[in-house]
């Protein structure tokens, strides 16, 4: 990390502190020339706040590095607000002391004690009140920055653990899915070696796009890559399964050039495989759609089949429950992905099939 960049800059607190001291020295100003109208001249109320406000807005720059010390420290309250009471005397008794130099200098030491005297005790409160008032607002500074310092480490936290959860969710998809394949080549090897050779160079094909997406938790692919993966799946599974599975095809080709995160779409498939077309002795058809959506222009993507179905309550995890992790993955994914823009839906229901539709916006 780049240290100057980790200390927060100080050229915007020093430039307001000057302009509060302007305008002090300004307002100090005018208000003398108003109630001394016709008696002094406006440069004897020029002279009269320079001289009395150089020490207090000379000194205020010496309170910064004290509260910024006291701040950082882990002293008690009680000790804290001892060592501003202590700071705020010596800020009252040096202001004193400037303006006392001031005037021995100009007009000799008998007019600038008799000057001391006469505004002792007003110039010590207003000693005490200045402080205060610098002290609080460099406090509110720290604080300020502490509180923003705060919200970044938050953000970056929750970041970070939102890119490890995605991590390891893009973790769980790819073994589950190389598990069942192999088990389908295993099959295939004892019914057709000459076909599980063919086979087994379209599994080489489709592990290299496996290790190929396996660049970090926010890889992404073309839409047209995923679809030759998905592809090359959807040909082995139907060297097992023959003419019961039926696949439908509804591509719009304007939208292969469109990225998401690799392996989004064969979880679903392959749920739709294990659910409504395996277990029927008729088998079934999956339906794979996308295409351009006419509003926001996301890409907009649905695999369906004509199974059984399910009742939407059926896929809420239960206690103790062993679910497969493709849908649940997916959607823990898009809760993290994309800031939580990308959508997806799933509509089911008893005997009425089963349909994921996903929205992933693209820049």
């Not at 003398?32 to 807005?57: C, H, I, K, S």
């Not at 010596?90 to 001031?102: D, P």
């Not at 992404?220 to 599975?245: K, N, Q």
Request: glycine share 8%; hydrophobic share 50%.
């Amino acid at each position: 990390m780049n240290p100057t960049a980790a200390r927060p800059s100080n050229r915007r607190l020093w430039l307001a502190y000057a302009g509060c001291c302007l305008l002090t020295w300004s307002l100090f100003v005018l208000a003398g020339n108003e109630f001394e109208r016709g008696v002094d001249p406006f440069w004897l109320a020029v002279y009269q706040a320079t001289t009395m406000l150089w020490p207090p807005m000379l000194l205020g720059i010496a309170v910064w590095p004290l509260t910024r010390a006291l701040h950082a420290s882990e002293a008690s309250l009680t000790l804290v607000w001892a060592l501003h009471g202590v700071a705020a005397a010596g800020f009252a008794l040096l202001w004193q002391a400037g303006e006392f130099a001031v005037n021995t200098t100009l007009f000799g030491a008998d007019h600038a004690g008799a000057v001391l005297m006469a505004g002792l005790l007003l110039r010590t409160l207003w000693g005490l009140v200045v402080y205060a008032a610098i002290a609080t607002a460099f406090s509110a500074v720290l604080q300020a920055r502490a509180a923003r310092a705060a919200a970044v480490a938050a953000a970056q936290a929750e970041s970070a653990l939102a890119k490890a959860e995605l991590a390891a969710i893009s973790g769980k998809l790819n073994p589950h899915f190389l598990f069942n394949t192999l088990n389908s080549l295993i099959a295939l090897t004892r019914k057709d070696p000459a076909e599980a050779e063919a086979a087994l160079l379209r599994f080489a094909s489709m592990l290299r796009y496996v290790l190929d997406t396996k660049r970090g938790a926010d890889a992404r692919v073309a839409l047209s890559d995923e679809i030759a993966f998905l592809r090359d799946y959807l040909s082995l599974e139907a060297l097992r399964l023959g003419p019961r599975l039926r696949v439908d095809w509804d591509l719009d080709e304007a939208v292969m050039d469109d990225e998401l995160p690799p392996l989004t779409l064969q979880p679903l498939v392959e749920n739709s495989i294990l659910h409504a077309v395996a277990p029927i002795k008729g088998g079934g058809c999956v339906t794979i759609s996308a295409r351009r959506n006419p509003l926001n222009r996301g890409l907009d993507l649905c695999v369906a089949d004509d199974g059984p179905g399910c009742d939407p309550a059926a896929l809420e995890p239960r206690p103790g429950q062993r679910r497969g992790i493709g849908l649940a993955a997916l959607k823990k994914r898009f809760a993290l992905d994309y800031d939580g823009h990308a959508k997806l839906r799933v509509n089911t229901a008893p005997g009425a099939g089963f349909r994921v539709d996903l929205w992933i916006p693209q820049t």
